[in-house]
């Protein structure tokens, strides 16, 4: 073999789906607990955001998923009126990087991770 | 041989074998909601009719919503034919009569109706009565399910509120009234006897809430259960004695009355329900909670009792939206 990607892709070196499962309650948790960002949670229907969480985390963590650039966009439009910007998307990066300390994620793999979610940052944004 | 038949309204649909029923619905061009397709997002949640779904279809879904077949069409391969609803089916409504009414506090009556037929519901869960005219508004059943005929509600009168108005000033015992098809999702099942229940409730609040702990305690339940009831003063709770009897009658039974202005009288807490009972208990996890009464509350508590620890799983809600502008 001489491919440099290893046997198991990353979702399955965290610990798939069922990693994916502890890791949305500490993290919802996390980023409703935090005062800079939590107003932004404030009118959502919380099952529907701990799906929707889910799926994000899901995607950050190398899993199948079926989002775009668009769903993204959309999804954050309301958000981006009502102020959002880099410093709330860096607080929701401090949170996911904290919640797979926590789960003792090795350092690369969390590397991994926030790069996949740093790539949505326009897109959420709106930009 | 594998095809199932999945019947959607009056469109019917041919699902293949190996195939999903939201590949099938997307194929057949039918209009469903869907975002991630493997489950996490939950926008393809669809109901059962008539078969119960494959278990592996109900991942990750609350209790109560896999108690009424809903399941995610993204997941589900078909074991048999299967009628499925993508919203609420129309309502059927039976015959009631006002059997008795009396007043539980200065704004709220206690109205029992005898229904024609017995309806098949669930502790908590809430129907619709409708007027002649056929003015609407929903309350929640406040007894438990020994009763499938005879059902009661805690009917609270709002300034300018149509309804309500009318049954406080206008419906007596002898009319008619229309009760639909119990609906909702905040409602007590009898598993897990052991778990601890946290309810907080706000006025008329209380109505579902004691249907529910009634239930839990005819049905046996050993796990602690902790009452929180509230109103801004003493005038709007009710069924105080009522409670404290049955905290004496039920030794894991706990009542806590509470109002949030003004002084309040012994055996009485000073404070927001939600934050009475929270400030009370304030590791959740593992607990049951139950929220009903006014949105505000609703929300903030779903919101605290979540951060204390309960798993979404286990918070069941009901927020008392009210249709006219100038109530609290």
């Not at chain 2, 190996?18 to 997002?41: H, Y």
């Not at chain 2, 909702?184 to 006897?193: E, H």
Request: proline fraction near 4%; include cysteine; charged fraction near 20%.
């Amino acid at each position: 073999m001489s491919e440099a990607t290893p046997n198991q892709s990353l979702f399955e070196q965290i610990g798939g789906e069922a990693a994916v499962n502890t890791a949305v309650d500490i993290f919802y948790r996390k980023v409703l607990a935090d005062h800079r960002i939590n107003r932004f949670f404030d009118n959502v229907d919380m099952e529907q955001q701990a799906a929707k969480q889910k799926a994000f985390l899901t995607m950050a963590f190398g899993g199948p998923n079926s989002y775009t650039g668009a769903d993204m966009r959309n999804a954050h439009a309301r958000l981006v009126k009502m102020g959002l910007d880099d410093s709330h998307f860096d607080a929701v990066m401090e949170h996911l990087g904290g919640t797979l300390k926590e789960l003792n994620v090795p350092d690369n793999l969390i590397e991994q991770v926030a790069s996949i979610a740093e790539s949505t940052r326009n897109d959420v944004l709106g930009r | 041989m594998a095809l199932k038949k999945i019947i959607l309204d009056e469109h019917e649909t041919a699902c293949q074998e190996g195939e999903t029923v939201l590949e099938a619905l997307l194929r057949d061009n039918v209009d469903i909601p869907f975002s991630c397709k493997q489950g996490a997002c939950q926008s393809c949640m669809v109901r059962s009719l008539d078969v119960s779904p494959p278990a592996h279809a109900q991942k990750g879904l609350k209790d109560v919503l896999c108690k009424q077949n809903h399941f995610l069409a993204c997941l589900c391969y078909p074991e048999q034919d299967m009628s499925i609803t993508l919203g609420h089916q129309p309502e059927y409504f039976t015959e009631g009569t006002v059997v008795a009414k009396e007043l539980l506090n200065p704004e709220t009556v206690l109205l029992t109706i005898q229904c024609k037929d017995a309806l098949d519901y669930y502790a908590g869960q809430f129907v619709n009565l409708k007027r002649a005219d056929g003015l609407i508004r929903s309350y929640s059943i406040s007894n438990s399910r020994r009763h499938a005929e005879k059902l009661s509600f805690h009917i609270r009168r709002l300034a300018g509120g149509k309804f309500s108005e009318w049954v406080h000033q206008e419906l007596n015992v002898g009319d008619t009234i229309s009760v639909s098809d119990p609906q909702g999702l905040c409602y007590y099942l009898p598993d897990k006897m052991e778990q601890s229940l946290l309810l907080i409730g706000t006025g008329s609040g209380l109505a579902p809430l004691a249907g529910i702990i009634h239930e839990a305690l005819e049905e046996g339940h050993s796990g602690p259960i902790h009452l929180y009831h509230g109103s801004r003063d003493v005038d709007g709770l009710y069924w105080i004695d009522e409670m404290r009897e049955l905290a004496e009658k039920y030794e894991n039974f706990h009542y806590t009355p509470c109002v949030s202005r003004g002084d309040a009288p012994e055996g009485v807490a000073h404070g927001r329900a939600n934050d009475v009972a929270m400030g009370n208990i304030p590791d959740l996890k593992g607990w049951r909670v139950y929220l009903c009464g006014h949105p505000d509350m609703v929300n903030q508590a779903k919101r605290m009792a979540y951060l204390n620890g309960a798993s979404l799983q286990n918070i069941y809600s009901d927020a008392f939206h009210v249709a006219s502008p100038t109530l609290d």
